[in-house]
């Protein structure tokens, strides 16, 4: 049974860094990529970073230079360095799995997900 379970959710100032993680099981690990979306109050989820095997981390324009994508030596736990939050930020955070030859920026691309972590960021 595939499981990724979220952690290190929470609440800070605007300005202040939050690290999520997401541990995987049940999950061939080289054969998938992962990727972090969020959910902001009233708007549909969006993608925000996503690991490749043969690319770079790719992350959505708003958090390109704060934010950083990253597995663990044995991949399997995926983690989302968050520096510099902003207000914006705030929503329900999902890591998910897709096979990495699937677009990394598609919802419909990922056949896993997490339950998701709250990350709330006050002004």
């Known amino acids: 049974q595939v499981q990724l379970v979220e952690s290190g959710g929470g609440s800070v100032q605007s300005g202040g860094s939050l690290r999520l993680s997401c541990t995987t099981s049940g999950l061939a690990a080289r054969n998938y990529c992962g990727g972090w979306f969020r959910q902001a109050p009233g708007k549909e989820r969006e993608w925000v970073a996503a690991i490749n095997n043969d690319r770079p981390a790719e992350y959505i324009e708003s958090v390109k230079g704060r934010f950083t994508i990253s597995p663990d030596n044995a991949m399997n736990t995926l983690y989302l360095e968050m520096d510099s939050l902003k207000p914006e930020d705030t929503g329900i955070y999902y890591c998910?799995?897709?096979?990495?030859?699937?677009?990394?920026?598609?919802?419909?691309?990922?056949?896993?997900w997490g339950q998701g972590t709250q990350v709330t960021v006050s002004s």
């Open positions: 998910a799995a897709r096979s990495c030859r699937r677009a990394w920026w598609l919802r419909t691309a990922y056949a896993y």
